[in-house]
């Protein structure tokens, strides 16, 4: 079993969460690092995919005013706020293999078991034959969409993920909606769903977490164990932030 990283970050700005994880993705690529890691947003914020219109975000009036950045993933845009987000970043061989698109499913099928540990019955997306083609306009918000191998929980999407591959490297991130926001009143997360069925105090924590890195250690046959950014890997993330995530260049290619 090859060794792999563990990081569970305290929450962060928008742009500096995206900055490190394209930091971790370079050390995939360049240094064949391995890195699971998990984190929330030290404020609401909404990120835009990466094929979404700036203007875009003003057609959706209950985030407006919400801090933004563009992710470097497509999709459609996600308000975080009650939700865990992960990023997963590991060098590969072929961009193109099956290997790599796995990688959904087994973030999707190990999550969907902790689900049902919990006693809720979580189903991963399978559009029907003539539903394959997405609709010509989709909805702005990520979790109002539907792809193949979505976390669906009463028929709402609660997981949704996307990859960004370079040569020798993907990244993989992915949010986990655990509860409405006043941001995205619409979109009922994991305990608004739940109703009775989870205990009183039950939480997704640190613990929960690394059972879950546990189980796609597993899968994947790496062993997780907690780390750190390295000390280039913090520059880079700076560097990144400051001339990538933070730059309107980025923010308003679109």
Not at 125 to 145: H, I, K, S, V
Not at 195 to 205: I, T
Request: charged share 20%; hydrophobic share 40%.
């Amino acid at each position: 079993m090859k060794s792999a990283r563990l990081l569970i970050d305290q929450p962060l700005p928008a742009a500096r969460n995206m900055a490190i994880d394209e930091a971790l993705l370079e050390s995939a690529n360049i240094e064949g690092q391995t890195t699971l890691r998990f984190y929330q947003w030290a404020a609401p914020s909404l990120s835009l995919g990466y094929f979404q219109k700036h203007a875009e975000r003003n057609t959706h009036a209950a985030s407006r005013n919400i801090a933004m950045v563009r992710r470097s993933t497509g999709g459609g845009a996600i308000v975080h706020h009650h939700e865990w987000t992960y990023s997963f970043t590991t060098p590969i061989v072929d961009r193109t293999s099956k290997q790599v698109e796995q990688l959904f499913w087994t973030f999707h099928e190990t999550l969907v078991g902790m689900l049902a540990g919990a006693g809720l019955t979580a189903q991963i997306y399978e559009p029907a034959p003539d539903q394959n083609a997405p609709p010509a306009a989709e909805p702005f918000l990520c979790f109002l969409r539907r792809a193949r191998g979505d976390i669906l929980l009463e028929g709402h999407k609660i997981v949704g993920s996307a990859q960004r591959r370079r040569q020798r490297a993907v990244l993989q991130h992915g949010g986990i909606l655990l509860k409405k926001s006043p941001h995205a009143p619409e979109l009922p997360g994991i305990f608004d769903l739940a109703g009775d069925v989870l205990a009183p105090g039950v939480s997704v924590d640190h613990e929960t977490l690394t059972r879950w890195s546990s189980l796609l250690g597993e899968r994947l046959g790496f062993g997780f164990s907690g780390g750190k950014l390295s000390v280039d890997e913090q520059q880079r993330a700076d560097h990144i932030e400051a001339e990538k995530f933070t730059a309107d260049a980025w923010m308003l290619r679109r």
